[in-house]
Structure formats: structure tokens, C-alpha cells
């Protein structure tokens, strides 16, 4: 099968497309042709070589860990899902590195996959699964309720353009932070107060905030906002100890766990029009393809989600 792989950590000229071995499926996996990927900031962190640590990754490794397309093998303890159905998923990493979702197949634990929504597109269900449900396990673990106010970092990201939206759907008020230029944008997406990060420090125009979701690495910016009580979460740097200490305000990392289940409750808002999916770009599975995809990821200013189209 076509697959896009780094044979070496490095920067993005290391991702080429190969023709490598098809994955195997376990009893409890499916193994899914897939017609769509996305980019996500953790694709060219692991490119980096960030990853290491945890993983005995062996080259050629194929990165990924997001996906859309069509069930063509069934292991035999899965329960739901059946050849021939259209599902998305962000599947487990996978500890050799072999498994990613830059290939035409991937082999995916069951537990992982929601079925696609009929009313989107293969590219569309790929810009879904690991920044939504980052964002939705986020909100829960902030135990944002309604009439609250959160301010949610990077709206235009991929991670911000669902967390705004599943915010109001909670009945919160939101605050969020862009550039000039996605203003407009992210109050389409319910923003109800827009803070242009190039001129002001949220500490300087913002108090009182029940929760804070920080996508950028503003721990000390975030848990000034905080009123006494707030929860605050990161999902993008290191806490220090004196940080996650601070008296009568509760301050946390945060680790997305991959989940079908909350997957179908997305399918759900999604196939009600209730959760809008934003593509900022779509680029083929093509060595320059991918090349660019990570390109566009790393100029830190997509708005939304970067696709793969991998079956046209
Ligand atoms: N822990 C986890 O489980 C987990 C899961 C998902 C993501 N993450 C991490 O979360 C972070 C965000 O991910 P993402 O997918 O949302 O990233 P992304 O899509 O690449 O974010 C791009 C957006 O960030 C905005 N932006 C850039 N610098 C900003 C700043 N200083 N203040 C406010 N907005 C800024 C840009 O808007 P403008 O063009 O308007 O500047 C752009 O729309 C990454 O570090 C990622 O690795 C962690």
C-alpha cells in the first residue's frame, strides 16, 4: 500500500510517500481504506523526534492519528461495525510506529471508531476526531457548566473552532483569542468576546473567568483570569510544580483518550448541524503533498483543520 513515512526525525523534506506492507488486524480491530487524514501539531512534533521518549518507534515510521474512510475487514470479536461502513476515528498511536493514518490502510481498535455522519464529506469527518475530542474531554474536565465564563485560547485552531462551539452548546459565554484577520470568524463560530493577542495580554482585559482552556502555553496569563474556584487546563506545555500548587484555583494538564464513544456524540452534533467543521486546506497524499500539508500546519496560523485527501 501507499503510505507517507519519515525514515529519519527531522524536518518536513523527510516525509516521503513509499509503497509499504499492508497492516494486520487484531481481533478486536477493523481495518479501514482510508479516504482522508488531517494534520495535527503533534504530526511534526513526532516528525521532530518529541515522541521518542515514549515510544520504540522503528523507521520507516508512518505518522497520522487521524482518519476517515471505509471498514474492508472485520476482526472477529467486533461487535457494531461491519465491511462497508463509512467510519472516522482517531486511532491508538502505535508503539512500533507502523500504524499511522498517512496510508491507504490503517488497522484501528474498534473502541476507537464512530460512524460517519451522511451529511459530511471523507475530508470533512477527517478534521474531526482528535482535535473534537480534545476539545470536548477538555470542557469536561473543566467542569465548565452553563452561564459560566471560559476563555479558549487559539479559536481559529483546530483544537479553539470546536471548543467555541461546544462551549455554547454548554450555554457558557466565551471568550477566545485570534488575529485581527479571524475576528469575524471566530465569533461565526459563537465567540461572544474576541481578544487580538498581538495587543493585549488577557491578564490586562479579562477577569473573573470561571475556566480557562490554554492551547498556547500561557500558564501564568491563564490562571490570573481565574476567579477563586477556576480550573484551568493546558493541553500544550509543562505545569511547574509552584503552578499546579496555586491555593483556591485548580490547575491541570490535559491528555486527550482516544474514544469511540464520545466520537458518536460528536457524530451526533455534527449530523444535527449543531458542530460545524472548518477546512482551512486539503493537499493530496503525494510526497510534496504531505510536504506541504506540514508546511501550512507549522505556520501556526491555519484556520481550522489541515486534509489529506488520500482516496480522491
Ligand atoms: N494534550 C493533548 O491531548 C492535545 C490535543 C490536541 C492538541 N494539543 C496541542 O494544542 C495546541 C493547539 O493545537 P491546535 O490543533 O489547535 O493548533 P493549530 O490548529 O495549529 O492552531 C493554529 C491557530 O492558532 C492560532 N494562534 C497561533 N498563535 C496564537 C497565540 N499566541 N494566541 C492565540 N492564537 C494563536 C492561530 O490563529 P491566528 O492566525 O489568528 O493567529 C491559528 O488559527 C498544540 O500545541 C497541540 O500540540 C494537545
Same mark, same amino acid.
Given at each position: 500500500?501507499?503510505? +507517507? *513515512?519519515?525514515?529519519?526525525?527531522?524536518?518536513?523534506?523527510?516525509?516521503?510517500?513509499?509503497?509499504?506492507?499492508m497492516p494486520e488486524i487484531q481481533a478486536d480491530e477493523v481495518? *479501514?481504506?482510508?479516504?482522508?487524514t488531517s494534520i495535527n501539531p503533534i504530526d511534526y512534533k513526532a516528525r521532530q523526534g518529541l515522541l521518542k521518549p515514549m515510544f520504540q518507534w522503528q523507521f520507516p515510521v508512518i505518522l497520522g492519528w487521524d482518519l476517515a474512510g471505509t471498514i474492508v475487514s472485520v476482526g472477529e470479536q467486533v461487535k457494531g461495525f461491519e465491511v462497508g461502513d463509512a467510519i472516522f476515528a482517531r486511532p491508538d498511536i502505535d508503539n512500533l510506529? +507502523?500504524?499511522?493514518?498517512? +496510508?491507504?490502510?490503517?488497522?484501528?481498535k474498534a473502541d476507537k471508531l464512530a460512524h460517519k455522519p451522511s451529511n459530511i464529506s471523507f475530508e470533512e469527518a477527517a478534521a474531526v476526531p482528535l482535535a473534537a475530542l480534545t476539545a470536548l474531554q477538555m470542557l469536561r474536565q473543566l467542569k465548565l457548566l452553563s452561564n459560566q465564563k471560559i476563555l479558549i485560547q487559539a479559536g481559529a485552531g483546530g483544537v479553539g473552532i470546536y471548543a467555541i462551539q461546544l462551549a455554547k452548546m454548554m450555554g457558557a459565554?466565551? +471568550?477566545?483569542?485570534?488575529?485581527?484577520?479571524?475576528?469575524?470568524?471566530?465569533k461565526s463560530l459563537g465567540a461572544d468576546l474576541v481578544i487580538d493577542y498581538h495587543e493585549y495580554n488577557i491578564?490586562?482585559?479579562?477577569?473573573?473567568?470561571?475556566?480557562?482552556?490554554?492551547t498556547v502555553g500561557d500558564v501564568d496569563g491563564g490562571?490570573?483570569?481565574?476567579?477563586?474556584?477556576?480550573?484551568?487546563?493546558?493541553?500544550?506545555?509543562t505545569l511547574t510544580d509552584q503552578q499546579k500548587n496555586i491555593s483556591n484555583k485548580t490547575v491541570m494538564s490535559g491528555w486527550l483518550t482516544p474514544n469511540g464513544r464520545d466520537l458518536e456524540t460528536l457524530a451526533i452534533d455534527i449530523a444535527?448541524?449543531?458542530?460545524?467543521?472548518?477546512?482551512?486546506?486539503?493537499?493530496?497524499?503525494?510526497?510534496e503533498g504531505i510536504r506541504q500539508a506540514?508546511?501550512?500546519?507549522?505556520?501556526?496560523?491555519?484556520?481550522?483543520?489541515?486534509?489529506?485527501?488520500?482516496?480522491?
Open positions: 500500500m501507499k503510505a +507517507a *513515512v519519515i525514515n529519519h526525525y527531522g524536518d518536513r523534506n523527510e516525509l516521503e510517500v513509499i509503497d509499504t506492507r481495518l *479501514v481504506e482510508n479516504h482522508a510506529g +507502523a500504524n499511522g493514518a498517512y +496510508a491507504e490502510y490503517t488497522a484501528v459565554y466565551v +471568550a477566545t483569542t485570534a488575529g485581527q484577520v479571524n475576528h469575524e470568524f471566530v491578564q490586562d482585559v479579562l477577569s473573573d473567568f470561571d475556566a480557562v482552556l490554554d490562571i490570573a483570569i481565574l476567579k477563586p474556584g477556576g480550573h484551568f487546563v493546558t493541553i500544550s506545555t444535527n448541524e449543531d458542530l460545524k467543521i472548518v477546512v482551512d486546506s486539503i493537499y493530496p497524499l503525494t510526497t506540514h508546511e501550512r500546519s507549522e505556520t501556526h496560523h491555519a484556520r481550522g483543520k489541515v486534509v489529506v485527501t488520500i482516496k480522491p
